[in-house]
């Protein structure tokens, strides 16, 4: 009798474990009913202040989802932070946008909204806000207590490395193939210093020359741009064609060789994209609804690893800090 029911406790328990565990879109319908016209209201000032600002805002999302799940662990300031991780140094952008976002909504909700939802409902503004999609944003996620600088720099995708490994970044993310490429697509919008593609200008991979995926008008301008030896910091569009606009010229670009990183490039014209990706690439540069609507369920993906939900973590007051 008694272990009957410790067995139906246990499944009581469990049970509570898995309903909370789904993140929902009316999360803070009571508690913070105003919660998404705020970050709206946020967001639209800081692209109006620099419309940059969209595309730092996105990358911010998908930084922090990839290491230790989405959340805001990349928000904690500290040495031993994912600041100082080699994809976020001296690149990662708009923390100061978040604490303006994070006030605000404390201001109107103390000590509810978790910073992790921030990033993902701001997240969705951005893309929106530039001319993309727009998707219900799922919530519920809560705060984590550490930072994880070795988790940032293995699991975050490298700009140098071989499809094959990028995929496997993802993969180990419960992303997949569709994943890959549409969120590739983020790089509709934003920007690259040199140092991010300049491997491809002079001698590739030791062969002397220029990549030959890189189509030459495009070469000779980043030649220029990024010559041997200059400013690694100098910066250029993802997308060259509309820089500021979320549309699906980046995959047209791919198409023609004008991906701007490797791991851009590679989505297309690396031999394993054949079989895997190319298609993809293809589908998405002819039909901008389909990339949207991909796009959109990806960043949903995205959103769901593994939150933090229930008990776990915290409501951080200050994004930078643990309580
Ligand atoms: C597929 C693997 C990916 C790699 C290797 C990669 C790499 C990079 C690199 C190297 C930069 C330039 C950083 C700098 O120069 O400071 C960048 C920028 C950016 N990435 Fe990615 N990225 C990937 C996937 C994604 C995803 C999934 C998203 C979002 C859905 C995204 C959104 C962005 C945005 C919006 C920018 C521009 C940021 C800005 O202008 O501040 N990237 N990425
Ligand atoms: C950091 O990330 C790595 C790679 O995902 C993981 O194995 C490790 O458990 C994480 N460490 C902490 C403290 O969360
Ligand atoms: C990836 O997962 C989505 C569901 O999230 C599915 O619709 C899609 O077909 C999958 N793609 C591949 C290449 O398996
Ligand atoms: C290109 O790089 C390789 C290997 O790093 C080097 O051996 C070669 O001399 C370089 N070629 C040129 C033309 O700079
Ligand atoms: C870019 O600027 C930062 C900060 O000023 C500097 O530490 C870094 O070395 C520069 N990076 C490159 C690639 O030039
Ligand atoms: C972008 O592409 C469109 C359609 O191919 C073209 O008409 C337009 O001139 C391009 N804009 C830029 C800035 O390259
Ligand atoms: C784009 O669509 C056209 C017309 O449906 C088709 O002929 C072409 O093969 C498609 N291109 C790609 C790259 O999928």
């Known amino acids: 009798m008694k272990s009957l029911l410790i067995i139906f406790s246990l499944i009581l328990c469990s049970s ?18 105003n919660l998404l016209k705020i970050v709206r209201q946020e967001i639209k ?25 989405c959340d805001a662990s990349l928000l904690l300031d500290g040495s031993d932070g994912e600041k100082f991780a080699g994809p976020n140094l001296n690149s990662a952008r708009g923390f100061d946008v978040v604490d303006t976002i994070k006030s605000a909504v404390e201001s109107s909700c103390s ?7 921030i990033l993902a409902i701001t997240a969705r503004d951005a893309v929106l806000l530039s001319g993309g999609p727009s998707w219900k944003v799922l919530l519920g996620r809560r705060d984590g207590l550490v930072a994880n600088q070795t988790g940032a720099n293995t699991g975050l995708p490298s700009p140098f490395e071989t499809l094959d490994k990028t995929i496997e970044k993802f993969a180990a993310v ?14 509709t919008i934003g920007l690259a210093k040199c140092a991010t593609f300049s491997q491809r200008l002079f001698n590739f991979s030791g062969t002397g020359a220029p990549d030959s995926t890189l189509e030459t ?10 010559p041997t030896n200059g400013d690694g910091n100098k910066t250029t569009a993802l997308d060259r064609n509309s820089t500021d606009l979320f549309d699906n010229h980046y995959f047209k670009n791919l198409l023609n060789g ?51 939900t ?10 930078r800090v643990v309580n």
């Open 16 to 33: 509570i474990i898995t309903v909370r565990s789904q993140l929902t879109t009316d999360f803070y319908d009571n508690t913070c009913p």
């Open 45 to 69: 000032k800081a692209i109006e202040n620099e419309m940059r600002m969209a595309a730092s805002l996105l990358r911010l999302h998908f930084h922090d989802c990839f290491v230790n799940g």
């Open 111 to 117: 000590g509810v909204v978790s910073c992790a939802d």
């Open 174 to 187: 419960g992303l997949n193939l569709t994943d890959v490429v549409s969120l590739s697509g983020g790089h």
């Open 217 to 226: 008008n495009m070469l000779s301008d980043l030649q220029n741009l990024c």
């Open 258 to 308: 004008k991906g701007l990183l490797l791991s851009d490039q590679n989505l297309f014209s690396s031999d394993l994209a054949v079989s895997t990706t190319k298609t993809l690439v293809g589908s998405y540069s002819n039909d901008s609804s389909l990339f949207f609507n991909t796009f959109a369920s990806s960043m949903i993906n995205m959103g769901n690893i593994s939150p933090l």
């Open 310 to 319: 229930g008990s776990a973590g915290q409501i951080r007051k200050n994004c």
